[in-house]
Structures are given as structure tokens and as C-alpha cells.
């Protein structure tokens, strides 16, 4: 089985920072990052921002404050979130596709973390 756990959000005042994580664990042959995204009330979640390769996609809102990166040991997926603006407040969610064995069979599931909550104050 493989477990995502997502790490960092929080309440922080506009301009601010924050880092957010997912790291997943369990027995992994290999991950593709599908991204981060975001979802407020009453509307669809969003792209926030992919990591494929050495290749990073921003949506247009976050581009140049928001940084996606990976360790690759420690199969942890990060999102560095700064000059953070109030209609950054959203929760926030990791999404992995994750090749995996259980006992002798092979697996390959897309994982979404628990969601983090970012709150942006004014």
C-alpha cells in the first residue's frame, strides 16, 4: 500500500510564505507527478503547478511567487508559496501516480494527499 501525507499549510498574512509537502511511502518502484492543486468552496479544483522531468508548468496566478520541486530519495513532493496573496487562500492538494508492488504484484494508482489548508490573511 502507499500512503501520501501532505505538511505545511497554515495561516499566514499576504505577502508571506509558505512550503508546503507530500511525501509518500510504502513500497515504490517509481512516481509521476501529476501536481499540486487548489480548490476553494464552490468551485472546480484547479492546476496549480507540475513537475515532469526537469520541465515546471505555473498557472498564470501563481507564476513567478509559487515553486514546485522534488527529492526524489526522500519521494517527497514540495510547494514553495511565496508573496502570498489573499485569494491564495484554498486547501491545497498533491497528486502522484505511483507504480508500487504489493507482494509479488505490481500496482499503479493515482494518489491525491488529505489536502492542506493555506489561509492568506489581509
Known amino acids: 500500500q502507499v500512503q501520501l501525507v501532505e505538511s505545511g499549510g497554515g495561516l499566514v498574512q499576504a505577502g508571506g510564505s509558505l512550503r508546503l509537502s507530500c511525501a509518500a511511502s510504502?513500497?515504490?518502484?517509481?512516481?509521476?507527478?501529476m501536481g499540486w492543486y487548489r480548490q476553494v468552496p464552490g468551485k472546480q479544483r484547479e492546476l496549480v503547478a507540475q513537475?515532469?522531468?526537469?520541465?515546471?508548468n505555473y498557472a498564470d496566478s501563481v507564476k513567478g511567487r509559487f515553486t514546485i520541486s522534488r527529492v526524489n530519495a526522500k519521494n517527497t513532493l514540495y510547494l514553495q508559496l511565496n508573496s502570498l496573496k489573499t485569494e491564495d487562500t484554498a486547501v491545497y492538494y498533491c497528486?502522484?501516480?505511483?507504480?508500487?508492488?504489493?507482494?509479488?504484484?505490481?500496482?499503479?494508482?493515482?494518489?491525491w494527499g488529505q489536502g492542506t489548508q493555506v489561509t492568506v490573511s489581509s
Open positions: 497528486a502522484r501516480r505511483v507504480e508500487y508492488l504489493s507482494g509479488s504484484s505490481y500496482f499503479s494508482n493515482d494518489y
Open positions: 510504502g513500497s515504490i518502484l517509481s512516481i509521476f507527478d
Open positions: 513537475i515532469t522531468g526537469g520541465n515546471t
